[in-house]
């Protein structure tokens, strides 16, 4: 309990001594077993509308101290377990591991028939679920008629480019399959033209795949997305905690993880990142239950809608008073920032840009807390995730689209570095940009992460500093020591980095020198 409640208020005042000799953690502290768990199901409307009109969570506060993200170790770093997943940027994935994602090696098995199980006919798009011959469950999707490809290349390149980021994700296959291929399972219903449930039909299963394309040889493109591992107990929402587990303790609206996972939606143009398109999952490992908590559905991604090509708003509100204000008293004759985008006709592409992508005016369809509450602390977490994905990363993800337009897929991939490039520059701007802090002989060493992404040199640093009295979490300046060489004392040191270039911007880098050598253990940055 001691390191869970070190985890849950990290930055604020603490009882006990500041660092402790397991600082920094690199993965969530064993998790307590879970009992009996219900499965919850959340509104859509409840949701939209409580977000939309309401101040769910805790947030920000209008003055005053900011509530800094929880769920990190002393590095501000979130830890592996949950929620999260440290990866690309903190190990760089080879292009295989890109191209696997979360797994590539179990798609539907072809040396059987597949059986429906549940299926869906309504909408632009039906889709169904399948059992295949290995006893393996996937939810089938498909493409909308105008736009081929598009919803089944951005579940595969949305799904990969998450699990580089960090998230526990579903395993998404582009698959190609003849009906022939298909069964209707015992019990299987469908509502009829008075909304009365009757059993499933093969009538039912030919007027389902007249809703969507085939190719000339009678194959039918389509995703086919992986049931998770374990029991599924329903959406995790975007603040506060589940009462019913007991590993669940930090508010969701103060997750790092939640909190900067706003830009990288902002990325994708995730703008369909509702709590209902996540899912947690009771799973058992070493023989402890516990939840984990997955995001899923990312047909809604790169310009598509999943049933259509995204509408041009994307990445504005539904709905603000202030913009409906000013649509009034201007009669409609100042247009948005985003009636100015341009797409071009690539179908499988959908409404995807990048020209006049802002990523500080990017939002979801409806209020997030865990996006609103993000600091600029979260924000460079985020970003310099975003900035490790080299131009041939996004090539190799994009590829995994299957787009037959070279030039759709091109279109696709520019618009990804030149929106990632636009994500480096504002937010490395909003607090010193450095990290992968370490010592060098005699002396602390970083990364200047502007510099590496061709932002420009942050100049001018000083470095001074102190001893840290580790229990009182009192600062002692060194006043002759100055500069990157580390002053030769035992114990807690604390180095501050400054420029004049950036006034307001700081840095506090902790070291803990002893017989074994020196080591960083914590970091804390000030805008």
Excluded at 18 to 44: H, M, N, W
Excluded at 242 to 270: K, M, T, Y
Excluded at 357 to 380: C, M, Q
């Amino acid at each position: 309990m001691r390191r869970l409640m070190l985890i849950l208020s990290l930055a604020g005042p603490l009882a006990a001594q500041r660092f402790y000799s397991d600082d920094p953690l690199g993965k969530e502290p064993a998790p307590r077993p879970v009992g009996d768990i219900r499965t919850r199901k959340l509104s859509d409307y409840y949701d939209l509308f409580s977000n939309q009109f309401g101040d769910v969570g805790e947030r920000q506060p209008k003055q005053g101290t900011p509530i800094p993200a929880a769920g990190v170790n002393t590095l501000g770093e979130p830890m592996d377990g949950s929620w999260y997943q440290k990866r690309h940027y903190y190990r760089r994935m080879t292009r295989e591991e890109l191209v696997r994602g979360p797994g590539n090696e179990n798609p539907p098995s072809t040396s059987g028939k597949w059986t429906i199980i549940a299926a869906k006919e309504e909408g632009v798009t039906p889709g169904f679920a399948i059992v295949d011959s290995e006893k393996r469950t996937y939810f089938v999707k498909f493409d909308p008629p105008k736009n081929p490809e598009m919803a089944t290349a951005a579940d595969s390149i949305g799904a990969r480019f998450f699990y580089a980021l960090g998230y526990h994700v579903p395993e998404n296959y582009i698959i190609q399959f003849r009906a022939d291929r298909l069964q209707i399972g015992a019990g299987v219903q469908v509502e009829d033209g008075a909304g009365r449930k009757r059993p499933m039909t093969p009538n039912d299963l030919e007027r389902l795949l007249a809703k969507v394309s085939a190719s000339s040889d009678g194959q039918y493109r389509a995703t086919a997305s992986r049931s998770v591992s374990g029991k599924p107990i329903g959406p995790p929402r975007y603040h506060g905690t589940r009462s019913d587990d007991p590993n669940d303790i930090v508010p969701h609206e103060h997750l790092r993880a939640l909190r900067g996972l706003q830009v990288f939606c902002a990325w994708l143009d995730h703008d369909d990142s509702r709590a209902i398109n996540n899912l947690d999952a009771v799973v058992t490992e070493n023989g402890v239950s516990s939840v984990r908590h997955y995001l899923l559905d990312f047909g809604s991604t790169l310009g598509s809608a999943t049933q259509m090509a995204n509408s041009p708003r994307s990445g504005d509100y539904f709905f603000t008073w202030k913009t409906s204000a000013v649509q009034l008293f201007t009669l409609g004759l100042k247009p948005p920032y985003w009636a100015f985008a341009r797409y071009p006709d690539y179908p499988s592409v959908g409404r995807f840009e990048s020209k006049i992508f802002d990523p500080e005016k990017w939002v979801p369809e409806y209020p997030n807390p865990s996006f609103i509450n993000r600091l600029p602390d979260d924000e460079f977490w985020a970003a310099k995730q975003v900035m490790a994905f080299t131009d041939q990363d996004i090539d190799t993800i994009v590829g995994t689209g299957q787009l037959s337009d070279a030039k759709a897929a091109a279109y696709l991939a520019q618009c990804l570095k030149e929106r990632r490039d636009k994500i480096g520059q504002a937010y490395f701007a909003k607090v010193l940009p450095f990290d992968r802090f370490r010592t060098e002989g005699d002396r602390i060493a970083w990364d200047d992460l502007s510099k590496l992404h061709g932002f420009g040199v942050v100049a001018g640093v000083q470095v001074s500093w102190s001893r840290l009295d580790n229990r009182s979490g009192t600062l002692s300046p060194i006043i002759e020591a100055k500069g990157e060489r580390i002053p030769q004392e035992s114990g807690y040191l604390a180095a501050e980095l400054s420029t004049p270039s950036r006034p307001k911007q700081r840095m506090t880098v902790f070291l803990r020198r002893s017989e074994q050598g020196t080591e960083v253990v914590g970091l804390e940055r000030t805008w």
